[in-house]
């Protein structure tokens, strides 16, 4: 799997080459290649606003923007970047999904954890919990991703989880260079002050630790323990998706939090039917395009 926000993309060849049939109708072309950059999509749209469902529907609504104008695409940069370009528009277009209202700022965040009650585990029961306490700690890093504003969301996304340089992130986004790595800059800033101040993974000497939250969010229905959202064992990892051969070795205390969001979960399999099949078979669409 080919990360189309690398300058090294093996996979731009293959899809000058399905872009080219898709245009001149071919239905399995087409398909070829929104099969090929869906997991991308769908994965930068769940961290955008957090629920699988919410994700699905923001990954629908991308792909149908991106069938619909691909007659227009003329080959005058690389297909990654022209694809990319309209679904991280559209992401920051869109209306904002109920699920991003859960947490507005890092302030509402860090009253909903002071408010919180903590329920202590043995060492025995936090090995025998072990699955729950890391869907805690998904859930509650997924909550700090919506405190950015969507602006800085998409360029933590980007940059710090799918490793887009300031190259290919400035052309994603339409932006300089310069401007790029300010805006990561500055979401990396924020994101890392709060998470000193709060999370005891990047801070040992904060009190908030995972296990401690697990009973209050799973009594208030927080976390489903017969329906995990993040945790589940088909599931792979940005770290292992994105880049396996990066060396992530962690000499600061600033780096403890970019290792963290690294290790969220990333979905790589999907059925056919989940995305494609109303768009594939959409008559409208098979008419503006001629697919046979």
């Not at 401690?212 to 329906?227: E, L, M, S, T, W």
């Not at 969001?261 to 979905?267: A, E, G, N, V």
């Amino acid at each position: 799997m080919d990360n189309p926000f690398l300058k090294v993309y093996t996979g731009e060849k293959t899809d000058a080459t399905l872009v080219a049939d898709a245009q001149s109708g071919s239905k399995q072309a087409l398909e070829e290649l929104l099969l090929k950059h869906q997991p991308f999509i769908y994965n930068v749209a769940w961290k955008m606003v957090r629920h699988p469902a919410d994700a699905k529907d923001l990954t629908q609504e991308a792909l149908i923007k991106i069938v619909t104008n691909l007659s227009k695409f003329q080959g005058k940069s690389k297909f990654s970047t022209w694809c990319y370009r309209i679904v991280v528009n559209h992401f920051l277009a869109s209306k904002r999904k109920a699920s991003e209202a859960v947490f507005t700022s890092f302030d509402v965040h860090a009253n909903a954890l002071e408010n919180t009650p903590d329920t202590t585990m043995t060492d025995a029961e936090k090995k025998a919990n072990e699955k729950l306490i890391k869907e805690m700690n998904y859930s509650c890093m997924s909550g700090m991703l919506l405190c950015l504003n969507r602006d800085q969301r998409i360029v933590y996304i980007l940059g710090e989880m799918f490793d887009a340089d300031q190259t290919i992130g400035s052309e994603i986004l339409n932006i300089s260079k310069d401007n790029y790595r300010k805006k990561l800059s500055r979401a990396r800033k924020d994101m890392f002050n709060y998470m000193n101040n709060k999370c005891g993974l990047v801070n040992k000497d904060n009190p908030c630790r995972c296990h401690k939250k697990v009973q209050f969010a799973i009594d208030n229905k927080i976390i489903d323990a017969k329906n995990l959202l993040f945790n589940r064992d088909e599931f792979s990892n940005f770290k292992d998706v994105i880049k396996p051969d990066a060396d992530f070795m962690i000499e600061t205390v600033e780096d403890k939090f970019d290792e963290l969001y690294r290790q969220m979960p990333f979905k790589k399999d999907f059925d056919k039917k989940t995305f494609l099949q109303d768009i594939i078979n959409d008559k409208k669409i098979n008419q503006a395009m001629r697919l046979n």
